[in-house]
């Protein structure tokens, strides 16, 4: 069982003992909290989808704690993603580029790609350092539930399962980085993150949402972020809001409503998409303990940070909501 432990510089050191082993820890992130084996470990990297119950068909993040560490990881480089580079890492950008065949088939799941980033987290740099080597490391939650924000969030999904959680506070963005693929020096989205598109296109001209040979994410499974509780998104005007004060129902609105209620649950105060990101999925969690009987989630405007938002709360809605002739109509999807 494992223990759940202050990321001291001495709990950092176990850490990177045991993935030296071939254990697994949980670390956290500037995103959400990882689990980590490594890289070049294919039993160590087994046991990742083991403990989530994850497909192997659904490939994972190797992390770096150097730009040079990509060097045992990619095959090529191009100019542009050099630029990248040198302007978002360490921080939520995740580059998709041709492996090096010696990056085992388990961690890219028999894609001949393999996705690298460099988080920008003293914890998880100090870790990847220690360890020496680059530490693959999907979300540390269960397949298909919330990622984790917090330590106490990994050990409530896998404590029994992994040999040590690094306990160093709530992760500051609270959203996945964004995954981005490189093919032939042309750029596709395959998941908003916590780095918008139009900061990514002020060093790329151009991000394309999708390629034309529809290469998808392979975990962008359609419902992915599933809270306990069901999710509706609301789909409506302002001024059919009041409607909705349904009260066995949780309001999760972005920003503070002219009404106040006790089910209301205000993302951000500040009215910052910046800090709706980082308390949504905390705040899945928190309301998955109540005693409401549902969630429903006021949309955001689909720009910036915007998109990564909506897209989770896409994945983890049931359906949608909306007001017909007065009364509340939830449609399952
Ligand atoms: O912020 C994050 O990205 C966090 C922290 C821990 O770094 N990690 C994370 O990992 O969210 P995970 O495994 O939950 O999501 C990884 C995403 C999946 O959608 C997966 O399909 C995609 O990245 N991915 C990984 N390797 C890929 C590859 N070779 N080709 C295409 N997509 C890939
Ligand atoms: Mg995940």
């Given amino acids: ?35 980590g084996a490594v890289a070049f470990s ?10 989530k119950g994850r497909p192997r068909f659904d490939p994972l993040i190797v992390h770096i704690a150097s730009p040079e560490m990509v060097f045992s990881l990619w ?32 961690v890219t799941a028999g894609l001949p790609n393999v996705a690298v980033r460099m988080p920008a987290h003293p914890v998880a740099l100090s870790l990847i350092k220690m360890t020496g080597f680059p530490v ?36 500051e ?46 975990g962008m499974t359609k419902k992915h972020y599933a809270p306990t509780l069901p999710l509706y998104l609301f789909e409506g005007g302002a001024e059919e809001i009041p409607i909705l ?3 066995d129902f949780a309001i999760l609105s972005p920003f503070p409503l002219p009404a106040d209620s006790q089910n209301i649950v205000v993302l951000s105060q500040k009215k910052e998409l910046k800090e709706v990101a980082g308390n949504l999925f905390a705040s899945l969690r928190e309301l998955e303990k109540s ?7 006021l ?24 007001v017909e002739k007065g009364r509340v109509v939830f449609v399952d999807k």
């Fill in 173 to 218: 963005l609270g959203i996945e980085s964004t995954v981005v693929l490189v093919e032939e020096g042309r750029f596709f989205l395959l998941r908003p993150g916590a780095l918008s598109v139009e900061e990514l296109e002020t060093v790329v001209s151009k991000v394309e949402m999708t390629s034309p040979r529809r290469i998808l994410s392979p």
């Fill in 42 to 51: 294919p039993e160590a990297v087994a046991r990742i989808f083991e403990v």
């Fill in 75 to 106: 095959s090529k480089l191009h100019p542009k993603v050099e630029a990248l580079i040198e302007k978002f890492w360490p921080g939520p950008l995740t580059l998709v580029l041709p492996k090096k065949e010696t990056v085992p088939d388990i």
């Fill in 299 to 322: 949309p955001v405007e689909e720009k910036g940070l915007g998109r990564a938002i909506m897209d989770r709360l896409r994945r983890a809605s049931s359906g949608v909501v909306r």
């Fill in 1 to 35: 069982m494992a223990a759940i432990v202050p990321a001291s510089p001495e709990n950092i050191e176990r850490g990177a003992r045991i993935l030296k082993q071939g254990g697994l820890v949980a670390f956290p992130t500037e995103t959400v909290y990882g689990l």
């Fill in 291 to 297: 005693s409401f009987r549902g969630i429903i989630a």
């Fill in 136 to 171: 693959a490391a999907p979300s540390a939650n269960r397949f298909g539930r919330v990622s984790p924000t917090k330590a106490e969030e990994v050990a409530r999904d896998l404590k029994e399962k992994v040999d040590l959680i690094l306990d160093g506070g709530k992760c």
């Fill in 245 to 247: 004060t349904l009260k």
